[in-house]
């Protein structure tokens, strides 16, 4: 049961991110901005390992998503955070990833 509920959430915070993440294309970019795309969209792909998995097509592309975020916004102190779960998602799909 608890399992049920602790995924259930996730599955909400997937889809409040999501839409976070969509609202923020519509406003002017400025570094404040873009420091919060990159903290929404990097919890975005920690929700989705573990709704959809580590290997799944949607959690990369959110990795990938997350990297172009932290380089446009020069925000370093995140990149460890997506290389460590591209690590583990690279890892569960048995490919490599960078």
């Given amino acids: 049961m608890f399992t049920a509920l602790a995924r259930s959430a996730l599955?909400?915070?997937t889809a409040q991110l999501s839409r976070a993440l969509d609202q923020l294309g519509f406003l002017p970019a400025t570094a404040d901005l873009r420091r919060e795309q990159v903290k929404l969209q990097v919890a975005l792909a920690n929700a989705l390992m573990h709704v959809k998995?580590?290997?799944a097509d949607e959690t990369n592309a959110s990795l990938d998503q997350a990297r172009l975020f932290?380089?446009?916004?020069k925000d370093w102190e995140n990149l460890p955070k997506t290389r460590w779960c591209?690590?583990?998602s690279s890892t569960a799909s048995g490919s490599p990833n960078s």
């Fill in 53 to 55: 998995g580590f290997a």
């Fill in 86 to 88: 591209y690590s583990r």
């Fill in 70 to 73: 932290i380089e446009r916004a």
């Fill in 11 to 13: 599955v909400e915070a």
